[in-house]
């Protein structure tokens, strides 16, 4: 039985730690619709960039003559899977999920004989992976002194990786990231960014014709590697968000337990400062009667 | 016939125009050319240049670096990959444009020298139009 004073000393150390959770809940939220207006005001440049691109590339897409981007290297031995989880942890099974979600890919490509490589953004994932797959991390990009994720980190990303492709590095990336749907609700998803693949949208007859200026696959070989930063973009501004997210709803749950906590510790101790009382009452009383 | 057109200039991080515009002067990868209402539906990439937009009260003008515009019955749409008032635009940022230019020019591979040398040609004639001299 723990004595009164250790009682109160855990009372006032979990007030503490709730007040702690409380404040981060909040920064997170506040966090979150910064994060969510950016993904917000980034929705229309990559929707008509994936609406234009997917146009062109149904119209160039079968010929012998398309870009590498687009057609791939014609094999699928190497494969570069490119994590996105957050610099920070603290919030609940935000990067755990994502991981997941990689070792699961990791482990079917493996099956399949494939060689894989891993490029890590955000140190939390490089740290749950190395301990398995220290061996296949080739990369790693720090984004912890970014404040604001902007389109250039993007872009040196996007740099990056396609000057591996050029260079023969790999056949297939994919990203993974979490999607954003709500704060408690973030989905794991992978997306395959080279070579492009586009979500087919069947609006056939509503298609313009396009005069292109240069011609289309000029078009499409600028376009392309714009593309792959678009997506890189767009995975990082629901990264950034659903982190926030999943941080608020940790934090919230957090608050909460330790609100019952500090409930069912106050109970205790006053269940143990009565029991006091009445002890020293008997005490007092027994002696009295003996006289 | 219609007078005026929708008109949207979108960066990847935001929306930086939508209005009502007569005519809309795009800095094409081949030479430059005026959309205006009713123009025959075109996809054109952008070299850097000046973005002139024509309003019912005035003009308005954006520095533009690569992307492309897509001119459509509902009206154009410009995306950029960085886009700026030219009100806006100051020294520095155009000699950091021309710089990372100048970089990529040096970096390029043999069969790139030429759209990179064009590039950093191009940066430096908005600049000039502009009248910022880039040192």
């Known amino acids: 039985m723990p004595s009164l004073k250790d009682l109160k000393n855990r009372i006032e150390s979990v007030k503490s730690t709730r007040k702690i959770t409380k404040a981060m809940q909040m920064v997170a939220a506040a966090k979150l619709r910064r994060a969510q207006d950016a993904a917000e005001a980034a929705r229309p440049y990559a929707e008509r960039f994936n609406a234009v691109l997917s146009g062109l590339a149904a119209s160039v897409g079968e010929s012998d003559s398309a870009p590498r981007l687009l057609a791939g290297t014609g094999k699928s031995d190497v494969h570069l899977l490119v994590v996105m989880t957050s ?17 699961a890919h990791i482990e079917k490509l493996k099956g399949q004989g494939k060689t894989i ?14 301990r398995e797959y220290g061996d296949l991390l080739m990369a790693h990009v720090d984004l912890t002194e970014v404040k604001r994720i902007g389109y250039e980190n993007a872009a040196d990303i996007s740099r990056d990786l396609l000057g591996r492709f050029d260079a023969d590095e790999f056949d297939v990336a994919t990203i993974f990231f979490n999607r954003f749907q709500s704060v408690i609700s973030q989905v794991p998803t992978a997306q395959q960014i080279i070579p492009a693949t586009f979500e087919a949208e069947e609006d056939a ?7 292109y200026e240069p011609d289309e696959e000029a078009i499409l070989a600028d376009l392309l590697p714009r593309g792959v930063a678009t997506q890189v973009f767009t995975a990082l501004l629901e990264n950034a968000a659903s ?19 500090i409930d069912k510790l106050t109970i205790q101790f006053n269940r143990s400062r009565q029991a006091v009382i009445t002890n020293e009452l008997i005490e007092i009383i027994s002696g009295a009667e003996a006289l | 016939m219609a007078e005026t057109m929708q008109f949207d200039l979108v960066s990847p991080e935001r929306r930086l125009a939508s209005l009502e515009a007569k005519a809309v002067r795009i800095p094409g990868a081949e030479g430059d050319m005026t959309a205006m209402p009713d123009h025959a539906p075109t996809i054109t990439t952008l070299r850097p240049g000046i973005l002139t937009v024509e309003t019912a009260s005035g003009s308005e003008e954006y520095l533009v670096t690569g992307g492309f515009a897509e001119i459509g019955a509902e009206g154009t749409t410009v995306l950029a990959e960085a886009a700026m008032p030219k009100a806006e635009v100051t020294q520095d940022y155009l000699n950091d444009l021309v710089a990372r230019a100048r970089e990529a020019q040096a970096n390029a591979k043999p069969e790139m020298t030429d759209a990179s ?17 880039v040192n």
């Not at chain 1, 610099?87 to 070792?103: D, P, Q, Y």
């Open chain 1, 87 to 103: 610099e920070r942890g603290l919030c609940g099974g935000f990067n755990s999920s994502i991981v997941k979600l990689a070792k």
């Open chain 1, 117 to 130: 490589k891993v490029m890590t953004v955000g140190k939390k994932g490089r740290e749950q992976l190395r």
């Open chain 1, 205 to 211: 007859g509503a298609a313009t014709l396009y005069d």
């Open chain 2, 117 to 133: 040398a064009k590039l950093v040609a191009d940066m430096l004639a908005a600049g000039s139009q502009m009248g910022i001299t």
């Open chain 1, 243 to 261: 982190e926030q997210g999943a941080r608020m709803s940790a934090m919230d749950n957090a608050t909460r337990n330790a609100g019952e906590m």
